[in-house]
């Protein structure tokens, strides 16, 4: 069974670009939910989608922002970018809203870089 | 969402038997508890999961006593590659916090030969 796809593995980009990410969900997931990574704040969650709808949203700017698919593919994208947003980020899917049995299932995330 | 305390690094051995504390006093009685490992540069994976007394599964084993204020990872035999940060997360899985997972800062075990 495939895990969680998140492409691309490393990205750098330039202050004030835009930049966004890919989330595939292990097969039959429908809840994706996406986190960011980063030495000085640890992981924060950014926003969780269910069924092309977001269920859950952190505390991060407006520059933040995501979709699901009716596939329940996800992505996010950050606009005028920042070299504070240089971070791991991760997506997580599960089958439903909230923990299951098994947790979360986490991506091995995509490292973006602002230069 | 209850917040929690565990200790920021432990340093063990291989082959010895190490135990992760963490504290969680306000916790709610639809809280359950759940841990976490991360390598570096990989996203965290799920461990265990426990709502009270024991849970043991192939990788570890979580006790919770009976007041629930505090749990214990238990990781037998550790080997090097161990070696990650563990998160201790508490939460009610059925609450519309869905996703919302709240990490604290983990713990940094380190396992030496």
């Known amino acids: 069974k495939a895990g969680v796809t998140q492409t691309p593995r490393y990205l750098i980009k330039t202050r004030g670009q835009q930049v966004t990410l890919s989330c595939s969900p292990i097969s039959g997931h429908r809840s994706v939910s996406w986190y960011q990574q980063t030495p000085g704040q640890g992981l924060q969650f950014l926003f969780e989608?269910?069924?092309?709808?977001?269920?859950n949203k952190g505390n991060f700017p407006g520059r933040f922002s995501g979709r699901q698919f009716s596939n329940s593919r996800s992505e996010m994208n950050v606009s005028t970018l920042e070299l504070g947003d240089s971070a791991l980020y991760l997506c997580a899917s599960s089958l439903g809203l909230g923990q299951t049995n098994y947790g979360y299932t986490f991506g091995s995330g995509t490292r973006l870089t602002v230069v | 969402l209850a917040k929690t305390t565990q200790p920021i690094s432990m340093d063990s051995y291989e082959g010895q038997e190490v135990n992760i504390t963490c504290s969680h006093n306000?916790?709610?009685?639809?809280?359950?508890i759940t841990w976490y490992q991360q390598f570096p540069s990989q996203g965290p994976r799920f461990i265990i999961q426990?709502?009270?007394t024991k849970v043991t599964n192939e990788v570890a084993s979580l006790f919770i006593p009976a007041d629930r204020k505090s749990s214990t990872l238990s990781l037998p035999r550790v080997s090097l590659s161990d070696t990650a940060v563990y998160y201790c997360?508490?939460?009610?899985?059925?609450?519309?916090?869905?996703?919302?997972?709240?990490f604290g800062q983990g713990t940094e075990l380190s396992v030496k030969p």
């Open positions: 997360l508490v939460g009610d899985p059925r609450d519309n916090q869905g996703g919302k997972l709240i």
């Open positions: 306000n916790i709610a009685t639809n809280d359950y």
């Open positions: 426990g709502y009270k």
């Open positions: 989608y269910f069924s092309e709808t977001q269920r």
